[in-house]
């Protein structure tokens, strides 16, 4: 289905979707910059127990517990763009470490100001846990520039001293902790000295005092293998998930263990498993592309069954007989991605907790400081392509500017399916921080044009591409998009998506 539009009218004479892919064209209107979509890749809870921090690819999402508000902090904030997902630890008081392929990065006020953990300092940190019921005691894998091995902090990350030091040909990649027994751990990488690479497990049953190597059950397809879970009644019981070759053509495996890695029996085979753990009654779950998986018997045994299907499911975290799930969600007419909830008590749907739609304010910040400036051009980027925002004027604070129009939400972003309190603010006047209310937004008549993810055709912000994604997509009826710009998009046919512009309209005036 195609669009037609001619020069200096805004007359447009299908409804549809069209995909233009051609090589080597020039534009002579702005090339647009597409980010990466945010996905979840961890969920952290803080010393209460309450989910405090999403982590994502495009930056840390800071939950307040009390107003049930979202905040982002990008990731280039970490020095890393969104090619990179940072391994983040909270720790008692707030404290965050988060390793990056550059090093390791600590935070003491809740994100704003970061700085380098002179100890692991150019050294590659593959993972990060902090030891159950010792919230001072963390554990870190890390790789090169003399530092592979396996490190360990007692002073919350400020100092560490090495655990096991490998050789740069080992690369650990992941490393769990029982929470029933702290002396057993686990870690995980591959030794990619020989022909092949070879996956292993270093396991200690004395809290890292000696180790014992055993190798890890690869197949053909198996690129490397990582240590997911450890059974939280059962320091025996691990779980190990390996990554194909091609991670959305190959299969991937999840295997367990009840004898401490000595053997494993497979237990699921799926397409991209992303995350995986037990219940508190023993029963396992894994996300991978097409869903949540779980197996059926309260002890875990059998394989795994699916049990919602999602697209995308990247991450996990059990909260009781509950579980958080990382995925993409249907919201009116759109599927959006984000956190969920499976429900505790029925154990059947997996409703939205937090839409990514939610996250409608950056992470507050000294304006005077490096995050703020690092993170404006990504929030507005964000704001351009989550929440379809107009930034027809600045505020130049970063935050949302006063006359943007809220795109496919008049009456702002939706609800994440639960009825969860706002922040306290005057609904006939806009935040603090200068973005508009919700009342602001749904008096504005809905405007019809086309934004483009990553910036806006014909003269809006323009952000950096994420994963060599440089072609220009249109995902939604907001940024000013002129017929003449529109127009040489569809001829240049870099990669268009165009919206379907009367339906989308038209559904954004009748809720304005």
């Given at each position: 289905?195609?669009?037609?539009?001619?020069?200096?009218?805004?007359?447009?004479?299908?409804?549809?979707?069209?995909?233009?892919?051609?090589?080597?064209?020039?534009?002579?209107?702005?090339?647009?910059?597409?980010?990466?979509?945010?996905?979840?890749?961890?969920?952290?809870?803080?010393?209460?127990?309450?989910?405090?921090?999403?982590?994502?690819?495009?930056?840390?999402?800071?939950?307040?517990?009390?107003?049930?508000?979202?905040?982002?902090?990008?990731?280039?904030?970490?020095?890393?763009?969104?090619?990179?997902?940072?391994?983040?630890?909270?720790?008692?008081?707030?404290?965050?470490?988060?390793?990056?392929?550059?090093?390791?990065?600590?935070?003491?006020?809740?994100g704003c100001v970061w700085e380098p953990v002179a100890a692991l300092a150019g050294t590659a940190v593959s993972d990060l846990v902090v030891a159950p019921g010792a919230g001072e005691t963390i554990y870190a894998t890390a790789f090169g520039n003399g530092g592979s091995g396996i490190h360990v902090s007692h002073d919350g990350g400020r100092e560490f001293e090495s655990l096991v030091a490998l050789p740069e040909t080992d690369l650990l990649n992941s490393i769990v902790v029982s929470p029933s027994d702290r002396t057993r751990i686990y870690a995980a990488g591959m030794d990619i000295s020989g022909a092949s690479v070879a996956p292993f497990l270093l396991r200690s049953m004395d809290g890292g005092g000696s180790w014992d190597r055993l190798p890890l059950p690869k197949q053909d397809l198996d690129y490397r293998l990582l240590v997911r879970a450890v059974d939280p009644a059962n320091p025996d019981g691990i779980l190990v998930s390996s990554e194909a070759l091609s991670v959305l053509d190959d299969p991937s495996r999840l295997v367990r263990s009840t004898d401490a890695g000595d053997t494993f029996v497979q237990v699921l085979q799926d397409v991209n498993i992303t995350d995986a753990g037990y219940h508190s009654d023993g029963r396992l779950w894994a996300t991978s592309g097409n869903g949540l998986f779980e197996s059926p018997s309260p002890q875990g045994g059998g394989e795994l069954a699916l049990v919602w299907d999602m697209a995308g499911a990247s991450c996990g975290l059990a909260d009781g007989d509950g579980l958080y799930v990382c995925g993409s969600y249907r919201k009116r007419e759109l599927v959006v991605p984000g956190v969920g909830l499976r429900n505790a008590a029925t154990k059947m749907a997996v409703d939205p907790w937090m839409l990514f739609t939610d996250v409608d304010m950056p992470l507050s910040c000294d304006p005077a400081g490096a995050t703020h400036a690092t993170c404006e051009a990504p929030w507005r980027d964000w704001t351009i392509e989550q929440l379809g925002v107009n930034w027809g004027t600045s505020n130049g604070n970063g935050s949302l500017p006063p006359d943007a129009a809220m795109g496919p939400y008049p009456d702002g972003p939706p609800d994440a399916g639960n009825e969860r309190p706002g922040p306290a603010m005057d609904e006939s006047r806009g935040r603090d921080d200068g973005s508009i209310s919700r009342a602001q937004a749904a008096a504005r008549p809905a405007s019809c044009s086309c934004r483009v993810a990553g910036g806006v055709a014909g003269g809006g912000p323009v952000g950096s591409g994420d994963r060599g994604v440089t072609a220009p997509q249109a995902v939604g009826p907001e940024a000013p998009t002129s017929g003449r710009s529109a127009h040489a998009l569809c001829l240049a046919g870099v990669a268009v998506l165009l919206c379907t512009r009367r339906r989308l309209c038209r559904r954004a005036t009748e809720r304005s």
């Amino acid at each position: 289905m195609f669009w037609a539009s001619k020069i200096g009218r805004a007359t447009w004479l299908h409804c549809g979707r069209l995909l233009v892919v051609l090589a080597q064209v020039a534009l002579s209107s702005e090339l647009v910059a597409a980010h990466a979509p945010p996905k979840g890749a961890s969920i952290l809870k803080d010393e209460d127990g309450r989910v405090a921090v999403i982590v994502t690819n495009r930056g840390l999402i800071f939950r307040d517990p009390e107003a049930a508000t979202f905040r982002l902090l990008c990731v280039e904030a970490l020095g890393i763009d969104a090619t990179q997902v940072p391994r983040v630890a909270l720790l008692g008081g707030g404290r965050l470490l988060a390793g990056t392929r550059h090093g390791l990065l600590a935070s003491d006020d809740g994100g704003c100001v970061w700085e380098p953990v002179a100890a692991l300092a150019g050294t590659a940190v593959s993972d990060l846990v902090v030891a159950p019921g010792a919230g001072e005691t963390i554990y870190a894998t890390a790789f090169g520039n003399g530092g592979s091995g396996i490190h360990v902090s007692h002073d919350g990350g400020r100092e560490f001293e090495s655990l096991v030091a490998l050789p740069e040909t080992d690369l650990l990649n992941s490393i769990v902790v029982s929470p029933s027994d702290r002396t057993r751990i686990y870690a995980a990488g591959m030794d990619i000295s020989g022909a092949s690479v070879a996956p292993f497990l270093l396991r200690s049953m004395d809290g890292g005092g000696s180790w014992d190597r055993l190798p890890l059950p690869k197949q053909d397809l198996d690129y490397r293998l990582l240590v997911r879970a450890v059974d939280p009644a059962n320091p025996d019981g691990i779980l190990v998930s390996s990554e194909a070759l091609s991670v959305l053509d190959d299969p991937s495996r999840l295997v367990r263990s009840t004898d401490a890695g000595d053997t494993f029996v497979q237990v699921l085979q799926d397409v991209n498993i992303t995350d995986a753990g037990y219940h508190s009654d023993g029963r396992l779950w894994a996300t991978s592309g097409n869903g949540l998986f779980e197996s059926p018997s309260p002890q875990g045994g059998g394989e795994l069954a699916l049990v919602w299907d999602m697209a995308g499911a990247s991450c996990g975290l059990a909260d009781g007989d509950g579980l958080y799930v990382c995925g993409s969600y249907r919201k009116r007419e759109l599927v959006v991605p984000g956190v969920g909830l499976r429900n505790a008590a029925t154990k059947m749907a997996v409703d939205p907790w937090m839409l990514f739609t939610d996250v409608d304010m950056p992470l507050s910040c000294d304006p005077a400081g490096a995050t703020h400036a690092t993170c404006e051009a990504p929030w507005r980027d964000w704001t351009i392509e989550q929440l379809g925002v107009n930034w027809g004027t600045s505020n130049g604070n970063g935050s949302l500017p006063p006359d943007a129009a809220m795109g496919p939400y008049p009456d702002g972003p939706p609800d994440a399916g639960n009825e969860r309190p706002g922040p306290a603010m005057d609904e006939s006047r806009g935040r603090d921080d200068g973005s508009i209310s919700r009342a602001q937004a749904a008096a504005r008549p809905a405007s019809c044009s086309c934004r483009v993810a990553g910036g806006v055709a014909g003269g809006g912000p323009v952000g950096s591409g994420d994963r060599g994604v440089t072609a220009p997509q249109a995902v939604g009826p907001e940024a000013p998009t002129s017929g003449r710009s529109a127009h040489a998009l569809c001829l240049a046919g870099v990669a268009v998506l165009l919206c379907t512009r009367r339906r989308l309209c038209r559904r954004a005036t009748e809720r304005s």
